[in-house]
């Protein structure tokens, strides 16, 4: 693990003065901070557990120009549960922890809106408007861990997104510290507004690099009366999104449709009801929401397709508001829901990729893996939103001696993806991990624009700099 320097004693000394107890540099506190969910590691030189808005901008302008004359990067991060390292520090960093900035400031019951801290957890965020009736959609896979803040700052999706869309399609408005310690209000309270640039939606999904979010108003929307899933296996990965492709056509909109490739299923189809024939089978799963009865005819019509193109089997849905039916879509959801641990838990070596597609190219994405896994050696397992096309490749091998092998893979898998008209990440970001991916997919002229952009935000390159952008070109 690379190690942080020291910071200079004398700032550090200003630091322990301006912010006291909530400096952290003792070696626990550090390490806590020194990874995410990527598998980097890389330790900070202190940490601010910040309390208000006023100590993340004084922190910030703190790291452009202080007394010692001694400069340092300032590294935003949530609850840490990233895939890209984006919140991981550079050496001489402090980390800004933002976890405790945690307060739901307001539930407005009569415009839909909610208030918030960037520390809130997603959970607590939708239970608490559940409680009163609302919705707030966004269900990234870290859900009970992940921050509103860190959601945010990466634009998170999750299975919901064919129906309700990204994080950014539900941030009203935010306050946010810009890299030189200003402070400003982007967006509105309200659902419609073309007042200047939308500065809001620029900060949302910048990882960071522009500005540190401090405070949201987020849209809420009635909560659904109800939940079905269906559940069916086809013969093969065509064949599930044939069934996918004509549901969506014919003129319905599901609020997820996942689907687990061949090898995923034989990790976790021991948790369907049924025995699954055949070593090309695919699981799809297809879920409806809203108006009980409308759920109803709706998730009978899914079914009914599944059925008309092929589906050897078929879960009924059990639709959701007594303890059977809430116990039914729990189960599926627990097979969706375990792929990711057990294919960890069975390699030594593993990469997750969240390349995106057009959804009609999604077989072909996949059967191209094949090739991929002989040349380099290694095993792919796909799974992921067959309704936006977002495919999570879960790149491993038995051998940590492999791991350059699975490396290449995944530069392989993105050139495939790029090939047939897709992107490098749908969901995870780039932070560290695809940094040098990004000359695939973005020309030179809107990376100079987009340099630009850092360079008039932060002309000190002071807040989570070496993100996103090619290291060799920082």
């Keep these: 693990m690379p190690q942080p320097r020291a910071l200079a004693p004398d700032l550090l000394a200003l630091l322990a003065c301006e912010f006291g107890a909530d400096l952290l540099v003792d070696e626990a506190a550090l390490c806590a901070r020194s990874r995410d969910e990527s598998g980097l590691v890389r330790q900070p030189a202190a940490v601010l557990l910040a309390k208000s808005e006023a100590q993340v901008a004084r922190l910030v302008s703190l790291a452009n120009a202080n007394p010692t004359g001694h400069s340092f990067a300032v590294i935003p991060r949530g609850a840490g549960t990233g895939l890209a390292g984006g919140c991981l520090a550079p050496e001489m960093g402090v980390v800004l922890d933002l976890t405790a900035m945690n307060r739901i400031l307001d539930i407005d019951t009569r415009s839909l809106t909610a208030t918030v801290e960037p520390g809130v957890l997603t959970g607590d965020l939708r239970a608490a408007a559940k409680a009163k009736g609302l919705f707030y959609p966004p269900d990234p896979a870290s859900l009970a861990t992940s921050t509103i803040g860190g959601n945010a700052a990466t634009n998170a999706g999750g299975p919901a997104c064919v129906k309700y869309g990204t994080t950014r399609d539900y941030v009203l408005g935010l306050t946010a510290v810009l890299p030189t310690g200003e402070v400003v209000r982007a967006g ?29 108003t987020l849209k809420l929307l009635p909560h659904p009366g109800a939940a079905a899933c269906v559940a069916a296996v086809f013969a093969d990965l065509n064949a599930a999104m044939r069934a996918i492709i004509a549901i969506m056509t014919r003129g319905h909109l599901p609020s997820a449709m996942e689907f687990l490739d061949a090898r995923c299923l034989k990790l976790v189809g021991d948790l369907l009801p049924f025995r699954v024939e055949g070593d090309a ?6 879920e409806a929401d809203g108006d009980p009865e409308q759920v109803r005819r709706e998730v009978e019509a899914i079914e009914a397709i599944c059925r008309e193109l092929g589906a050897a089997n078929i879960l009924p849905p059990a639709i959701t508001g007594t303890k059977e039916g809430d116990e039914g879509r729990e189960a599926v959801w627990k097979v969706r829901r375990s792929v990711s ?7 030594a070596v593993y990469i997750p990729e969240d390349i995106a597609v057009p ?29 936006d096309g977002n495919i999570h490749l879960n790149l491993t091998a038995q051998d940590e001696a492999q791991r350059p092998q699975v490396e290449a893979a995944a530069v392989d898998c993105v050139r495939l ?6 992107t490098i990440s749908g969901e995870h970001g780039i932070g560290l991990v695809k940094r040098g991916l990004l000359p695939l997919e973005i020309g030179p002229a809107s990376l100079k624009l ?3 952009l850092k360079a008039l935000f932060d002309p000190n390159n002071v807040l989570n700099p070496g993100k996103i952008f090619p290291a060799e070109q920082e």
């Design 281 to 286: 089978s695919a699981l799809v799963l297809v």
């Design 188 to 216: 509105a309270n309200t659902r419609k507004g073309v007042v200047g640039y939308d500065l809001a939606r620029l900060l949302v999904g910048c990882e960071g690099t522009l500005g540190v979010i401090t405070g949201l």
């Design 417 to 422: 993806a790029l090939a047939l008209g897709g």
């Design 450 to 452: 987009q340099r630009g």
């Design 341 to 347: 641990t057990r294919i960890h838990e069975a390699c």
């Design 359 to 387: 959804i009609g190219r999604i077989a072909d994405m996949v059967a191209a893996l094949p090739e991929v896994e002989a040349r380099h050696g290694i095993t792919i397992f796909a799974f992921g939103h067959a309704g």
